[in-house]
């Protein structure tokens, strides 16, 4: 069965620094991987995804993910920060079984801004 | 696209009521599912959709629990004697058919509090 890893249970990082959050998967074929973000009280967003093709994917609000099979990793990252991208972030792999693409999400990411 | 629904977004109930939330997915939408998100931890599938039939059931899914989408519109999720164990966000997402995966459109979530 598939599974995430996400390592990091909580990050703070400054406004206008880099950010990488990381995401592990376990999976027997080629995955299908999201990042998804959370606001406090509030549904999934999803920030981008992985099928197929580049290893590198561009996302909403400036983010951007890498695909490494070697290393079964599909890490989260920004250059730069802003206060608004205080959230949980949470990675997922989609499993297609007869037109089921239910997703399993890791446990998430808190990340916090400071000034 | 007016996005998934979700009514109620909070409901408080007492131990032992039934409670009954509703899903109004992206409207040509014809896969549906629903995830439960407890306090600290990513969604967990608990069943899934397409058009009307419930094709997939998690084992998290207990005979208290029961789903509907009586004409592959919206959706009711319903638990019957509620326990202190089901206080949770109850997450709905919708995607819709294609040859390739289809990422799933959350909505905001029911809270459920069991007192």
């Known amino acids: 069965a598939q599974s995430v890893t996400q390592p990091d249970i909580h990050i703070t990082v400054s406004e206008g620094a880099s950010l990488e959050l990381r995401c592990n998967y376990s999976?027997?074929?080629?995955?299908?991987l999201f990042w998804y973000v959370q606001s406090p009280g509030q549904g999934l967003q999803l920030l981008l995804k992985y099928f197929s093709g580049d290893t590198l994917v561009q996302g909403i609000k400036g983010f951007e993910a890498e695909f490494k099979r070697s290393q079964s990793s599909f890490n989260l990252r920004k250059p730069s920060v802003h206060w608004s991208d205080a959230a949980e972030y949470f990675c997922?792999?989609?499993?297609?079984?007869?037109?089921?693409?239910?997703?399993?999400f890791g446990t998430g990411t808190r990340l916090t801004i400071i000034p | 696209d007016t996005g998934v629904s979700q009514n109620p977004r909070h409901k408080i109930t007492k131990r032992g009521q039934n409670v009954t939330f509703r899903c109004d997915p992206i409207s040509e939408h014809n896969r549906l599912y629903w995830y439960r998100q407890t306090l600290g931890q990513g969604p967990e599938f608990l069943t899934y959709f397409q058009n009307e039939a419930q094709l997939e059931k998690s084992r998290l899914l207990s005979d208290r629990f029961s789903a509907e989408r009586p004409k592959g519109s919206f959706s009711t999720l319903e638990i019957q004697r509620t326990e202190q164990g089901d206080s949770a966000m109850y997450l709905c997402?919708?995607?819709?058919?294609?040859?390739?995966?289809?990422?799933?459109?959350f909505g905001d979530g029911t809270r459920l509090s069991i007192l």
């Open positions: 997922a792999v989609g499993v297609r079984n007869f037109g089921n693409e239910k997703l399993t």
């Open positions: 999976y027997g074929a080629t995955p299908y």
């Open positions: 997402a919708s995607s819709s058919a294609g040859t390739g995966y289809q990422p799933q459109h």
